[in-house]
């Protein structure tokens, strides 16, 4: 009998899928999100509640900047159609504060940030990109599933640990291009599945005068019928509910729990559990 390998699929059997994250809800995320919606495209946009309506300015490269932070009043209409998740409430970094600090940091953004969707939220990005395995465990506490880090890994694979989920490269990245060609090539039947992840500050497009290259990216990327364009909370709670599938003693039948269709290729059959029933796998 030939050794039994699940592949994980994504909804609609699906191979690849592609996310973004943002962060620190600065006012060029108007004009990005504009970008995204274009070409209908998902991102997740990680925010600092307590910093919302502030002015600054952000110097690089010798060229400075708006950093201005969108205004509380102007996140839902900016950000329709696309996530929200915890930034931390005023960007402090978290592995240098303490435990308990750094939950109040987490929980407070948390709070506020669900008062604005009117739903929960369990996703975000780690300021500065620094955790430990501490402040995981803090995160675990607030009710945390998932938490963005600033490693790039140059890669398409689907994260073990959510809670150091690192991206695929920076927008800047000289890979970036190179990396989407190689995710669109077309895929072994035994491959795993490919995940995309790009990450950045949008304000970076006007450090670098970038946008129309950005632009140039997000037309080769989308419109692609295998992928899934989504967020990142919309990948982390998929991947969850396939690693809860319920498998009986030989492996035949499958129960999903969940409330999320699942799909998998098992023995070069492609096979669909819907939520809360059992299916027999042709092996």
Known sequence: MALRRDLLLFPEGKRKTVTF?????????????GLLNRYGLKGTFNINTGLLGQESLHTQNGK????NKLKPEEILRVYAGHELAVHGRTHLELPAVPAGTAAYEITADRQQIEEMVKRPVTGMAYPFGTYTEETKKVLKSCGIDYSRTIHSTYDFRIPKDFLCWHP????????????????????????ESRLFYIWGHSYEFD???TWERMEEFLKRIFGHGDVWYASNGEICSYVQAARALKYSADGSYLYNPSATDVWLRIQGQDL???SGETVKAGI
């Open 64 to 67: 400075t900047v708006s950093h």
């Open 21 to 33: 994250s943002y962060d620190d809800a600065v006012t060029q995320d108007v004009r990005f999100v």
């Open 272 to 274: 669909h559990i819907p």
């Open 207 to 209: 450090v670098t005068d």
């Open 168 to 191: 695929t490269c920076h927008h800047e990245d000289p890979r970036l291009f190179s990396l989407a060609d190689q995710f669109l090539e077309e895929m072994d039947e035994k491959e």
